[in-house]
Nanobody
């Protein structure tokens, strides 16, 4: 089992920045990649960013590319999501997820093996 705990959410004005953290514990050696997803009220959970746990390759949704940066610190078993130039439409609960397998294409919620409980990000206009 892998346990994931997110932190860093909050209220920010449009144009501002936030950094989310996701601390992993347990059988972290089984992780192939870590992802961030988000879910806005009344909407489906959507992919935001992915990073390879070992190699560090990254992949972003078009909606956040150029504004968000995913990174990891393997010594701390922690993944980060730096969010800049935030927009009101970025308002959502942000979830950290772990995938034990290699996958081509855009990750989906169904692909993930472990989830955190989420952290709320609210961007005011």
């Amino acid at each position: 089992q892998v346990q994931l705990v997110e932190s860093g959410g909050g209220l920010v004005q449009a144009g501002g920045s936030l950094r989310l953290s996701c601390a992993a514990s347990g059988r972290t050696f089984s992780i192939y990649a870590m992802c961030w997803f988000r879910q806005a009220p009344g909407k489906e959970r959507e992919f935001v960013a992915r990073i390879g746990w070992s190699g560090g390759s990254t992949y972003y949704a078009n909606t956040v590319k150029g504004r968000f940066t995913i990174s990891r610190d393997n010594a701390k078993n922690t993944v980060y999501l730096q969010m800049n130039s935030l927009k009101p439409e970025d308002t959502a609960v942000y979830f950290c997820a772990a995938d034990r397998s290699y996958r081509a294409g855009t990750p989906t919620p169904a692909n993930m093996d472990y989830w955190g409980k989420g952290t709320l990000v609210t961007v005011s206009s």
